[in-house]
């Protein structure tokens, strides 16, 4: 494994790069962050690099090795073709990875990607993803982490702000939860599958919404939107099933406000939904999708149980039958390991102590939610604002995924990190009296 060098030219390419974001942010801020925001924005900033630059370093210096790094070395090998033949690097781009390509791309002056990763195919696309950083950035490792710590944070706080327009949350709870989330910033600011994903889902619910709420399409939405599912379908489809899934709920959520004085229209739309819904299940039931999903929900979990590569502690479920019954069996128990495990008392060491931590603070949440006087009414908001809906569908479909596939801890934190924001939303909405309250102290 080829490791980052701690050299001068390295320090000097981070510290450039490193202003670079700054100077971005700047003018960024204007753009993007409202007066009831705005405090906050470099605050966000510095913690998301400082938890990104942990994960840099963590991997690089105290593990020497792992995914992060094996995707870095691909990346530069593939920047190494870009200089030594664009057109070779094209066509690395535009095709997927086989013996014959690899023989003829790769070579003495380019060198050659880890084995692993080019076989495999989704870590082979995050490869090619951050080639382009690789170029731009002299290859560092720590300036390429950087630009995705940024993206990373640009795009929840745009997010953040879309979300307070709904007025469903106190400022302090959408902060924290697009902010400051520590495994959020630590898993998914960094040079890695998880984090590349996360940024990808961000911009594909930014411009979905903005779609959705001011109900206009616009040529570049649609664009990004293509292209970001395009990525995170062959890096992680089931999370674009997820997200299309949710999307279809949240929609129709949409709908129905429409319609909110007109009882026949209302109910009409919500039984062409439940028809539709019945209708699209069976069909998906029926299709190969299904399958190639579950096939590959078996390969994961069966990899991580049997694969003595994969190494720390394990969590067991009390079935693993991958069959659409077995997989309903399972749902809860897969659901519940995915949101909150590890427990602080399986998290007593380094790498787990503030998922153990975030544990306890989304066991209180949970406790508080549906003990409140007014959880009726949380539950009716969340069913009517299609954003929320969306958070719950998501967190259902990827929590079970998550919790159902992982079998490692250590894995385990890293792919259900990406609901956790829509986690803390759901478990800290307001309720009717809250807004009535807070509506009340601003007209004083």
């Not at 320090?11 to 906050?40: E, N, P, R, W």
Request: hydrophobic share 50%; proline share 2%; aromatic share 18%.
């Amino acid at each position: 494994m080829i490791l980052p060098s701690a050299s001068i030219i390295e320090f000097l390419v981070t510290f450039l790069f490193l202003l670079f974001i700054f100077v971005a942010a700047y003018f960024k801020k204007s753009k993007i962050a409202s007066d009831a925001f705005k405090g906050a924005f470099y605050l966000s900033l510095c913690y998301r690099i400082v938890f990104s630059l942990f994960f840099a370093v963590f991997y690089a210096f105290v593990l020497k090795g792992g995914d992060t790094l094996a995707y870095w070395q691909g990346a530069n090998t593939l920047n190494n073709l870009f200089f030594d033949s664009p057109m070779n690097y094209i066509d690395c781009m535009m095709s997927d990875a086989s013996p014959s390509l690899f023989n003829q791309h790769f070579n003495s002056n380019t060198g050659f990607p880890p084995g692993w990763i080019y076989r495999e195919k989704e870590g082979w696309i995050i490869c090619k993803i951050a080639s382009i950083f690789s170029i731009i950035t002299f290859k560092s490792y720590f300036a390429m982490t950087l630009i995705l710590a940024y993206l990373s944070f640009a795009g929840s706080w745009r997010l953040m702000e879309l979300i307070a327009q709904f007025k469903t949350h106190a400022k302090g709870n959408l902060l924290f939860a697009f902010m400051f989330i520590p495994s959020v910033c630590f898993w998914c600011s960094g040079l890695s599958k998880d984090g590349i994903v996360y940024v990808l889902v961000l911009y594909l619910l930014i411009n979905t919404f903005e779609i959705i709420s001011e109900n206009r399409l616009s040529v570049k939405r649609i664009l990004v939107i293509l292209i970001v599912s395009y990525f995170i379908y062959h890096t992680r489809s089931f999370i674009l099933i997820a997200f299309l899934a949710s999307v279809i709920f949240a929609y129709g959520a949409r709908l129905t406000k429409k319609f909110e004085s007109s009882p026949l229209a209302k109910f009409s739309l919500r039984l062409v939904y439940v028809i539709g819904g019945f209708f699209i299940i069976f069909m998906f039931s029926k299709s190969d999708a299904l399958t190639n999903l579950i096939s590959e929900a078996n390969i994961i979990q069966q990899d991580f149980v049997n694969n003595e590569v994969y190494t720390g502690k394990k969590y067991e479920l009390i079935s693993s039958d991958v069959s659409p019954i077995g997989l309903l069996k399972s749902f809860p128990q897969g659901l519940l390991f995915g949101i909150y495990r590890p427990y602080i008392t399986e998290s007593l060491s380094i790498s787990l102590f503030l998922n153990g931590l975030e544990s306890i603070l989304f066991i209180f949440l949970t406790l508080r939610f549906f003990l409140s006087f007014n959880v009726l009414n949380k539950m009716n908001k969340i069913r009517k604002n299609e954003f929320l809906l969306f958070s719950l569908v998501f967190i259902l479909i990827i929590g079970f995924m998550a919790g159902f596939t992982s079998i490692l801890f250590g894995v385990l934190v890293r792919i259900r990190a990406i609901i956790l924001p829509f986690v803390y939303l759901i478990l800290t909405v307001r309720g009717k009296k809250e807004t009535t309250e807070l509506i009340e102290v601003k007209s004083s």
